[in-house]
């Protein structure tokens, strides 16, 4: 990639969700940076993860971790500090999606998406935003919410509830946190080529007329202003900047990352 920023030296960055995909590409573009990361995930692969991170030479952790569960979550932030250091940069990346017709959806469905994808996001924010105030630092809240927060697709009422609550929570704390000087703002990004648009793409495409893999996707990406889909990288670039002191008058913002699919 030729990243020759180093804005985050001696900086410690947790990133949820971060065994692969976006989650995994924002990890790497802060270790690039010079910060020390953790990636965490529900998945034992989330450990395979820190390994690549070690072996490209970044100082780098994985910790398996329910984000639902709080004790999970203080635990996470418990092994980061013993091991890495007190938190400066909190990435609020773990989310999942279902996708069912209305009268299918079950409710169990709805509960988990929810859990995940919203109280995922405020119980890392909690656990996170107290200990960068009992520190004193003025740290970084990033949240990862949806094309889904802007505009709910069809066949996903939960995920895009779940997405709107992020870009509230966002809001929320945004207000509370300013005067200590920590910035919380989230991003939503469109299709980006990851596993789980993959599945989206598979999924939506046999309810909306038995599409062939891959041709949904195109069909998506040509309403697309730029015409193509997003990468990791586009991600991670932007994750960066909020993140970096460039960014300090920047807090309670929601920014697309999508070529264009939104505009607003």
Known sequence: MGIELKRFEGKVVVVTGGSRGIGL???????????????????????????????????AIGVETDVT??????????????????????????????IAKLQDLTEAEWDKVLAVNTKGVFLCCQEAATRM????????????????????????????????????????LAKELAPAGITVNAFCPGIIT????????????????????????????????????????????????LASDDASYITGQTVNVDGGMFMS
């Open 133 to 172: 105030l009992a520190a004193g630092k003025q740290g970084r809240l990033i949240n990862t919410a949806s094309g889904q927060a802007r505009q709910g697709f069809v066949y996903t009422p939960h995920y895009a509830a779940s997405k709107f609550g992020v870009v509230g929570i966002t809001q929320s």
């Open 69 to 98: 569960d709080k004790t999970q979550v203080k635990a996470l932030y418990d092994e980061v500090t013993s091991k890495l250091g007190e938190v400066d940069i909190s990435v609020q990346n773990a989310g999942v999606i279902t």
């Open 25 to 59: 590409g924002i990890a790497e573009r802060f270790a690039r940076e010079g910060a020390k990361v953790c990636v965490c995930a529900n998945e034992k692969t989330v450990l395979d993860a820190a390994v690549l991170l070690r072996e490209a030479g970044f100082d």
């Open 194 to 241: 990851t596993d789980m648009w993959s599945y989206n793409d598979e999924a939506w495409g046999k309810l909306l007329g038995d599409y062939q893999p891959g041709e949904l996707m195109a069909e998506w990406i040509e309403g697309i202003p730029m015409k193509r889909a997003g990468t990791g990288a586009d991600v991670a670039g932007l994750v960066a900047f």
